[in-house]
């Protein structure tokens, strides 16, 4: 292996300037650096929990070779991890001349604002989706506003403004859209291919040059903290107050960002965000689509990763279930050394996984399954969107020829300590015929297999209810059903 | 604002009342240049501090060890009980309940027991975790069900209503029927949470910029507790990301603690609480339990009726009087009550000390009396619909409430017919019907619920409000006035008031921040009461330099007074016109006074709460919503398909204003009877306390089809502001109807033969369990 180079310091692109940091601590949140170091005081802190939206930026970071703005959370975005990407705040909207820019006209012009603390983080979200999708259908709307909460407007107006935004100025003659091929060249220059080190000791941070760098940094450090998408441990820091130093920032790493197929598996680097991993696996999975929307809001999911919501081992995690129905094996890598293990096996209690100190995830991979199959999940929250899982329970049913179950994978979230199979409801129904009678009787084996909690979220009682009868749901919606089986707000992209 | 030249040819003013205007900051929100006290510059040396929260329900502090919390880096000073110079109380009713900094005993958990000053915001919170605190528990109760409301701690007197004989009324009726309702709470999520900086002056001088509805309360507590004359405190408020109540009375704390530690240090101090702090240890909306009992006829006509409605006050007064004595003034809703007692029980729990939110107690008891109406309409077998209309109050008869106000501007008739009509109910019952035959696991449910709103502060002197105007010898005008912009878009309206008083354009008008320095002795901006109050305050202001302005010229013109007319930007005197600006310039030269000071005060109200009787309410403010649902009946999932609503605001001063007050309320007002739940475990924490855990609404919970109208025929009955009606309040219990509307959905399950008795908030726990409840009952 070449030896790889140490920088020192992180560069990126603040709105129109160039910036280079050697002095940054590991827990520096994005949104404190932007108010309190440089005064951008546009960018509001609302929950700094990554959760309400008003501290919304964009991010444009290189994918692939090329330019992606994306809008992400700054109250739980650790600076340290902004090394080669253009920061957007909402003092670089620009329109023509004197003017507000079209996103921010149509808020004006359709009263999208009340007590304004919400609205730039609106006007960012906005944007990353007026850019990419000029035309946004209703639904898009919705979608790309699940990450945040306006307690005054009712939506209402903003969603007309959202509409409106197109007619207001061109998407395509956006100053970031004109500046793309000059940002694109700035950031390919500052990815030099080093290491970046910062800071010792209780300040310590590291962004590997790739994953083979990752690999020998945590051999070395086998203690620190991986940091890929920051949508939890921003809140060990927000809210904990933990030290997490020595840092190592995975996100967008060469290596762990890649997303391939290959003999009809799917393999997701652990750095890969959910926004990524999704847009093929809802393609080739369809019934993932649902799931992803409500996984999060939009900035959640494009900091957010599933190697890290695998990694951090929470019951409550919304891949892993369907990942475990579908198969998935977890690829571990120690250095050189590499292991692979189903998915399902590496959560072994609450809290604890089947990781070695030193290793890390490296990457899933999911089998497409086969379209004789019927495959689905569902998950149960309070509020439809951008909310913790209740519960969620994944299905992955094969049929005999006559009807009987030939095999069938249930797999729970929210149930247990862990994401857990429910083994006995599963043997209630192998190799049975595929009938109401057959699901209702499985249906007793739920009390076996689960023994849930009562908290904020649901009572032992409703998680018990709403799961089996996810079953039920299950069986109506394989048997072909024209009348519908639940509700949705769901439109397929 | 882009100032422009006056049109001095124009027919009208651009910007006057009664035309939508956008939002005076909508140009500052959109592109972050809208400054919140967060976002002002702080003077070197600023300070930052961190309240300390106990952790323990109820208990005395056996010992308090900050020394490793006063050793942490950056840390300047740690502020206990003993430290507050004057007194320790920031009770808002003088109840003395309620301490800055509690002292030996602390009464929920979560209450602050220390300040922590440091260098950095940061260094403040984490030295606050520094602290070691042992407790000797003693029992405690968080739950009012574990209560009895007419015998157990209240925290401030109870009241009662009655008129005629309601135990008698519903012994004689043919039918009679009694349940209890569970209402739930709801913290306010004001995006942007409280906040107070303190600047010192000289002498005992401070000035505080503080995130609050309420500046003189404000000032005065910020006296009380550092000992020192209101005079000597001056309170400045721009706006507020945000308020809906929970910065009435909740910013006294933050800011008599910076304060404080401002006099003690010399320097500006700053206290922002993280939102976690601020939803756990800042209260919220009453949650009740509702009892009630019903005589009614075979035909649904409701005799008598008897209400209680227990509240979780918390471990204060604050404005739990005030809140409670609303519910129950809203416990008839749209609807005439032959014979009524009802009664509140403002019960002491061991939470945070439960304060003001849009509607004050009222969407509480409207919530009740609409139970009331579901439980008669499924006694009967009659869509709820009909038991509504046939009780509604009359025009000219059955028009008293229970508090012996006479109802003399009822158009519930009109906004019922009129929404029954554009939401095409009949038919949509129908279909719905259909649907759920054939549709075995997804139902849907419709329903229409009414809102009437008494507009006025309870307590009479309130009713009261202050401006200030300015005109400069340019002829620009400055404007202060009591009320607070949070949001809603008070500033805006008045500042169109003004402007159609004087016939300028309204970028002539400078709106200012809300001090105590200008304008003295103000009342919270609540009650739906902002622009009522401040814009007639106002409006008295222009007129009295109008006044002048007009003798001024007949005089100097030598013109009858009636020959002097303010016309667009200009004033015709005698045969002449000459510009706004002009007159201004020769009026200054003649030494004409150009400054007043505007006032007002409601007539009409009065209160006698000992005897319950009186017309607390100037007049009131009606709308009705239909909303229809779908929801899942194997795990309690719902969806709003579409919502029509039908509001009224008198005359509007700014429609596109009132609609997006109407927007806004209805969907909080549905946040908080489906999905917005306040859990407390059983150590008796709320672990509900951010975002993550505490759901409201989002974009995607709209209705799918949402179709909102301002009636544009009604007027204010009395002379109001321009004939204007509030619409701060109102319109949050038109949610009401996404309640009744799963309700409806849920019923069908029980071939609407039981009544679902659904409590709120509605989660899909809620619904699903109440389908279960209606399964077991059909299979008996």
Not at chain 1, 59 to 77: D, F, M, P, T
């Amino acid at each position: 292996m070449a030896k790889i180079k140490i920088r020192n310091e992180i560069r990126f692109i603040l709105n129109g300037e160039d910036v280079a940091l050697t002095a940054v601590a590991p827990d520096e949140t994005l949104l404190d650096w932007l108010r309190l170091n440089r005064t951008l005081r546009g960018t509001k802190e609302g929950c700094a929990e990554g959760d309400c939206g008003a501290c919304t930026v964009l991010v444009g970071r290189l994918s692939a070779g090329r330019l992606v703005y994306e809008c992400v959370n700054a109250c739980i975005r650790f600076l340290g991890s902004l090394d080669g990407t253009h920061v957007v705040t909402v003092e670089h909207l620009r329109g023509d001349g004197e003017k507000l820019h079209p996103v921010q006209q149509a808020m004006v012009d359709f009263h999208g604002s009340q007590c304004g603390f919400c609205t730039p983080g609106f006007v960012m979200s906005l944007y990353a989706l007026w850019m990419r999708s000029p035309e946004p259908s209703d639904a898009a709307i919705e979608k790309a506003l699940q990450g945040n909460l306006c307690r005054c407007t009712g939506y209402e107006a903003i969603v007309r403004a959202a509409r409106a935004i197109s007619s207001y100025g061109k998407a395509a003659k956006d100053p970031l859209a004109a500046e793309r091929k000059a940002i694109t060249a700035k950031l390919k220059a500052m990815k030099d291919g080093s290491r970046v080190e910062i800071g010792s000791g209780k300040q310590r941070l590291v962004v590997p040059a790739n994953a083979d760098d990752l690999a020998s940094v945590l051999d070395k450090e086998p203690g620190a903290t991986v940091v890929a998408g920051s949508t939890d441990v921003g809140l060990w820091v927000t809210k904990h107050m933990r030290d997490i130093s020595p840092v190592v920032f995975i996100g967008n790493l060469d290596g762990l960002s890649t997303i391939s197929e290959d003999k009809g598996v799917i393999s997701i680097g652990a750095g890969v965000t959910y926004s990524e991993a999704f847009s093929i696996l809802a393609k080739r999975i369809p019934a993932l689509g649902p799931l992803f929307d409500r996984i999060g809001g939009e900035q959640v999911r494009n900091m957010g990763t599933i190697g890290g919501n695998i990694a951090n081992g929470s019951p409550i995690g919304d891949t892993p279930p369907p990942l475990i129905a579908l198969g998935a094996q977890l690829t571990l890598r120690r250095s050189k050394k590499r292991r692979t293990i189903p998915l399902e096996n590496f959560f072994i209690a609450y809290g604890k996984q089947d990781r070695q100190p030193g290793e890390f995830v490296e990457a899933v991979h999911v089998p497409v399954p086969a379209k004789a199959t019927k495959f689905a999940v569902y998950k149960i929250t309070k509020r439809r969107d951008e909310d913790i899982t209740a519960a969620l329970g994944a299905f992955h049913l094969t049929l005999a020829k006559d009807g009987t179950v030939a095999d069938i994978c249930i797999a729970y979230g929210g149930m247990a300590a862990t994401p857990q199979r429910a083994f006995g409801v599963e043997k209630a129904l192998l190799g049975k015929p595929w009938t109401e009678a057959t699901v209702e009787a499985a249906m007793a084996e739920y009390a076996k297999d689960f023994t849930p909690l009562t908290d904020m979220r649901a009572s032992a009682e409703y998680r018990a209810l709403a799961a089996k009868n996810l079953l039920l749901r299950f069986f109506v919606e394989t048997t072909g059903t024209k009348a519908p089986f639940q509700v949705s707000r769901y439109e397929a992209a | 604002m882009t100032k422009h030249t006056p049109n001095l040819k124009a027919q009208k003013i651009s910007g006057g009342v009664a035309t939508d205007q956008r939002h005076d900051s909508a140009h500052k929100h959109v592109s972050g240049t809208a400054v919140y006290i967060d976002d002002m510059p702080e003077p070197a040396g600023t300070l930052h501090g961190c309240l300390g929260l106990c952790t323990a329900t109820h208990a005395t502090i056996t010992k308090m060890d900050l020394s490793a919390v006063r050793s942490a880096p950056g840390v300047v000073d740690v502020l206990t009980a003993k430290d507050v110079p004057g007194e320790n109380d920031i009770s808002p009713t003088g109840r003395h309940d309620e301490p800055v900094l509690a002292d030996g005993k602390v009464q929920f958990y979560g209450q602050p027991i220390f300040c922590v000053i440091a260098e950095t915001r940061e260094q403040a919170r984490r030295a606050t975790r520094l602290a070691k605190v042992e407790y000797k528990e003693l029992s405690f109760v968080t739950d009012i069900g574990d209560l009895d409301p007419r015998k157990d701690r209240l925290v401030t007197p109870p009241l009662t209503l009655k008129r005629g004989d309601a135990a008698a009324a519903i012994k004689a009726a043919p039918r009679r029927l009694k349940g209890q309702m569970r209402v739930g709470g709801q913290e306010h999520f004001y995006l942007e949470g409280h906040i107070a900086m303190a600047i010192p002056g000289e002498d005992e001088d401070v000035t505080i910029y503080s995130s609050t509805q309420h500046p003189s309360e404000v000032q005065h507590m910020v006296s009380h507790a550092l000992g020192v004359p209101s005079n000597a405190i001056t309170v400045e408020i721009r706006r507020m990301g945000g308020g809906f109540g929970g910065k009435e009375t909740q910013g006294n704390q933050f800011a008599a603690l910076a304060a404080i530690a401002a006099k003690r240090h010399h320097r500006a101090v700053k206290i922002r609480p993280d939102r976690d702090d601020d939803m756990i240890a800042t209260g919220k909306r009453h949650d009740f339990l509702v009892d009630y009992q019903v005589g009614f006829d075979d035909e649904g006509n409701i005799l008598g009726v008897d209400f209680m409605f227990a509240a979780r006050c918390g471990f204060s007064s604050d404005l739990s009087g005030p809140v409670t004595d609303r519910a129950l003034f809203h416990c008839d809703n749209t609807y005439f009550w032959p014979a009524v007692h009802a009664q509140s029980a403002p019960l002491y729990t061991n939470t945070v000390s439960n304060t003001a939110f849009r509607g004050f107690g009222g969407p509480q008891g409207m919530v009740g009396a609409e139970r009331v109406i579901d439980e008669v309409a499924f006694a009967v077998g009659k869509d709820p619909l009909e038991i509504r209309k046939q009780n509604f109050y009359g025009t000219s008869d059955r028009n008293i409430t229970p508090y012996h106000q006479t109802v003399e501007d009822n158009i519930i008739h009109r906004i019922v017919a009129e929404l029954e009509a554009s939401s095409d109910y009949a038919r949509r019952r129908r279909v719905i019907e259909a649907f759920n035959v054939n549709s075995r696991f997804i139902k849907r449910g419709l329903a229409l619920t009414p809102v009437k709103f008494g507009i006025s502060f309870t307590a009479t002197h309130y009713n009261q409000a202050g401006a200030l105007v300015h005109v400069y010898t340019d002829g620009s005008v400055h404007l202060n006035h009591g009320g607070t912009e949070m949001g809603q878009g008070l500033y805006l309206k008045v500042a169109q008031v003004v402007a159609e008083e004087f016939q300028i354009d309204l970028d002539q008008v400078k709106i200012t921040a809300t001090t105590t320095g200008k304008v003295p002795n103000t009342s919270a901006t609540a009650a739906s009461s902002g622009s009522d109050l401040n814009g007639k305050a106002a409006q008295n202001g222009a007129r009295q330099i109008k006044d002048r302005l007009t003798d001024f010229a007949a005089e100097k013109y030598q013109v009858p007074r009636d020959q002097v007319v303010f016309l667009p930007n200009r004033v015709r005197i005698g045969n002449q016109e000459i510009a706004f600006a002009d007159l201004i310039k020769q009026a200054y030269m003649a030494r004409i006074q150009l400054s007043a000071a505007g006032f007002y005060k409601t007539p009409k109200i009065h209160w006698n709460r000992d005897k319950g009787q009186g017309r607390p309410f100037y007049y009131f403010a009606y709308g009705a919503s239909c909303s229809e649902v779908s929801i899942d009946t194997l795990t309690g999932e719902y969806v709003v398909e579409r919502t029509d609503i039908l509001h009224e605001t008198g005359r509007s001063l700014n429609r596109a204003i009132d609609l997006g007050q109407i927007e806004g309320g209805f969907i909080q007002g549905m946040g908080w009877l489906t999905t917005e739940e306040l859990w407390w475990d059983g150590k008796g924490r709320l672990r509900t306390h951010a975002p993550s855990t505490y759901k409201i609404p989002l974009a995607s919970d709209r209705p799918k089809i949402f179709n909102v109208t301002l009636a544009d025929w009604p007027e204010a009955s009395e002379p109001t502001v321009h004939r204007s009606k509030a619409v701060g309040e109102p319109p949050f219990p038109l949610g009401m109807s996404v309640l009744h509307a799963l309700s409806d959905a849920v019923a069908s399950v029980a071939d609407h033969k039981v009544c679902p008795r659904l409590d709120a908030p509605a989660t899909p726990e809620q619904v699903l369990m109440a389908i279960e409840r209606l399964k077991a009952k059909t299979r008996v």
